[in-house]
C-alpha cells in the first residue's frame, strides 16, 4: 500500500483540549506546519479546526474566557436546548462575532481536515471531510455532541453524535493500519503525531457510558447501545496499539505528564490554565522530534 505525508491526530475530551491547544499553539509559534491531514475527535476537531485557520491562542481563549458562561457549557444549556454545550451560542455568536473564524485561511489552507463523528444507526465512526467553512462547522458540532446530554446532529440523512464513541483516536484509519477503514481521498500516512489529553498511565472505566445505556436514550439503536457498552475495552486496547506504534517509530505521542485534573465539562480557570501550560511545555520539550516530523 502507498504510503506519504504526515498525519496530526487530535484526541477530544471536552475541557481537556486545552492542553492540545497548548501543543497546537507552540506548533505555530515555531512554523511546523508540515502535515498532509489532521483528524480531530470532539474537543480535537475544534482544536483542529483552529489550527488549520492558523489562529494561535484561539482555542485557550475562548475556553478561558466563556468557561462559566452559562450559555457555553452548562447544565442551563441542556435544559434551554437540549445541548450542554450551547450550539447556537458556540458555533455562531462565538464562531462568527465575539471571536470571529478565519474562514477565509481555513479554507485556502491546503490541509486535509477530518472530524470524527459517530453515526447513531450503525455504531460506527464516520470521517467526515472538513473543506469549506462556515458550510462544515456543522461537522465539527457532530463531532463534539456528548451523548445523552446533546441532540443529535443530521448530515446528509445521517444522525451523529462524538466520534469519541467509535473511534477516540483514529491513528489507525490516518496511518492506514490493517483493518482500519478507508477514508476516500486519502493516502495513508507514514507517520503521525498523536496528542492525546490522557495521561500514559490512565485506563478507561465504563461508567460514563453505562450511565447512557442506563438512560435508554437510545433504546432501539442497538448497534450505537452496543458502541457505547464496548467503549472502554477499546478505547484501552487503542491506547496498547499506539504505544506499541510508538515503539515503532511510526507515531510520536504527546500526552499529560500526570493524571489530569479536568473534566469534560469544566474546571477552575487555574487547572485549565495550567493544563494548557503543560501542553505547552510537552511540546518544547520535544521540538527537535517535531520538527523532524513535520518541521
Known amino acids: 500500500m502507498a504510503h506519504g ?31 498532509d491531514s489532521v483528524w480531530g475527535v470532539s474537543a480535537g ?22 468557561r462559566d458562561d452559562k450559555r457555553f457549557m452548562s447544565l442551563w444549556s441542556w435544559a434551554k436546548t437540549g445541548d450542554i454545550a450551547g450550539a447556537d451560542f458556540m458555533y455562531d455568536e462565538v464562531q462568527n462575532r465575539l471571536d470571529p473564524f478565519d474562514n477565509e485561511t481555513f479554507n485556502a489552507n491546503p490541509l486535509r481536515m477530518y472530524a470524527v463523528a459517530t453515526d447513531t444507526m450503525f455504531g460506527t465512526a464516520t470521517y467526515l ?22 441532540n443529535r446532529v443530521e448530515i446528509d440523512g445521517h444522525l451523529y453524535l462524538d466520534g469519541g464513541t467509535a473511534d477516540s483516536i483514529p491513528f489507525a484509519v490516518a496511518l492506514g493500519l490493517e483493518g482500519s477503514p478507508r477514508v476516500e481521498g486519502h ?11 490522557r495521561e500514559r498511565g490512565f485506563i478507561k472505566t465504563n461508567n460514563t457510558e453505562q450511565m447512557y445505556l442506563r438512560s435508554h436514550r437510545y433504546y ?17 486496547a487503542c ?11 511510526r507515531v510520536l505521542v504527546i500526552e499529560p505528564p500526570r493524571p489530569v485534573e479536568v473534566g469534560n465539562t469544566g474546571a477552575e480557570g487555574g487547572k485549565l490554565l ?13 521540538l527537535d522530534q517535531l520538527r523532524e516530523l513535520a518541521g
Open 187 to 197: 493516502t495513508p500516512a507514514e507517520r503521525a503525531l498523536v496528542v492525546c489529553t
Open 220 to 236: 432501539g439503536y442497538g448497534y450505537y447501545t452496543d458502541a457505547l457498552a464496548s467503549r472502554a475495552d477499546r478505547y484501552n
Open 274 to 286: 495550567e493544563l494548557y501550560l503543560q501542553g505547552r511545555t510537552a511540546a518544547e520539550q520535544k
Open 5 to 35: 505525508g504526515n498525519a496530526l491526530i487530535l484526541e477530544g475530551g471536552g475541557f481537556r483540549g486545552i492542553f492540545t491547544a497548548g501543543v497546537l499553539d507552540v506548533l505555530q509559534e515555531q512554523g511546523i506546519y508540515g502535515f
Open 239 to 249: 491506547r496498547r496499539q499506539l504505544f506499541e506504534l510508538e515503539e515503532q517509530d
Open 129 to 150: 471531510p472538513c473543506v469549506t467553512f462556515p458550510d462544515d462547522v456543522i461537522k465539527v458540532r457532530a463531532s463534539a455532541s456528548l451523548p445523552m446530554v446533546s
Open 45 to 66: 476537531a475544534i482544536n483542529a479546526a483552529n489550527y488549520k485557520s492558523r489562529q494561535l491562542g484561539r482555542s485557550m481563549r475562548i475556553i478561558l474566557a466563556f
